[in-house]
């Protein structure tokens, strides 16, 4: 029974990752997302003073 857990665990497991690394590819090769990506990369670069005091 263990064996049989673990092994479609394992399975099921790696299938589940793969799933989810092609999402994250898709997510971050999208052209529809170079504008927010682009936004998120010059935030630490912006001159706002909110976090100065």
Do not use: C, H
């Not at 064996?3 to 971050?28: P, R």
Request: zero cysteines; glycine letters at 8%; charged letters at 25%.
């Amino acid at each position: 029974m263990y064996e049989l857990l673990a092994s479609l665990a394992q399975t099921w497991g790696l299938l589940l990752f793969v799933f989810a690394f092609i999402l994250v590819l898709i997510y971050a090769l999208n052209p529809g997302a170079k504008d927010r990506f682009k936004k998120a990369g010059r935030m630490p670069l912006d001159d706002e003073d909110e976090d100065n005091g």
